[in-house]
């Protein structure tokens, strides 16, 4: 499945200091900066803002993709007062990498839910902008297809077989005479 737009955003975390034996700082995404031009790899970290115990800073550039099989996902999320961009930091794992490293942003809930699972990353969503909310319409209004709702046919349950037949119930009580599982 290949990615219909893209738009690059910008990625503000904050580092606050905590009372922790194991650790000095928490780590959050805070805001997205979009069209915010790429930054060179290995570059320094910006500095954007700080404050007592707090700093914020710009740690890298990343595409959000938009797909045309995900707008259900995009209009669940344009719903939420306020929509979220999601943002998914990685633990730095070698010696010269930072702390954390921006992975992926997404605005859709039901992709950044599944980084979710191992536990391992920070996934949180930011507000979104209002830029890239009128993005996301757009692309929505372009490219969803509503997909009628289908209900599933219950298939009778047969005592005998365990489970559930493929047969319709009629036939089943014509073979036992009408008679329930006890008469039978």
Request: net charge negative.
């Amino acid at each position: 499945m290949s990615a219909l737009e893209t738009l690059p955003v910008g990625i503000v975390v904050e580092r606050r200091e905590i009372d922790n034996r194991w650790e000095d700082y928490a780590w959050s995404p805070v805001a997205v900066i979009p069209g915010a031009p790429p930054m060179d790899d290995g570059s320094e970290w910006r500095l954007l803002r700080e404050g007592e115990g707090w700093r914020h800073y710009m740690i890298g550039t990343l595409e959000i993709e938009l797909f045309r099989r995900e707008t259900n996902g995009y209009k669940v999320n344009l719903s939420n007062t306020p929509p979220h961009v999601y943002v998914v930091l990685s633990r730095g794992e070698e010696a010269e990498e930072a702390e954390i490293v921006p992975f992926m942003v997404t605005v859709c809930p039901y992709e950044a839910e599944s980084y979710t699972e191992g536990g391992e990353d920070i996934v949180e969503g930011v507000p979104m902008p209002d830029e890239i909310a009128a993005w996301v319409q757009a692309f929505i209004d372009a490219h969803h297809v509503e997909e009628p709702f289908k209900k599933r046919k219950n298939k009778p349950y047969d005592p005998r077989k365990g489970g559930f037949s493929k047969r319709p119930r009629a036939s089943l009580d014509r073979e036992s005479g009408g008679k329930g599982r006890e008469d039978a």
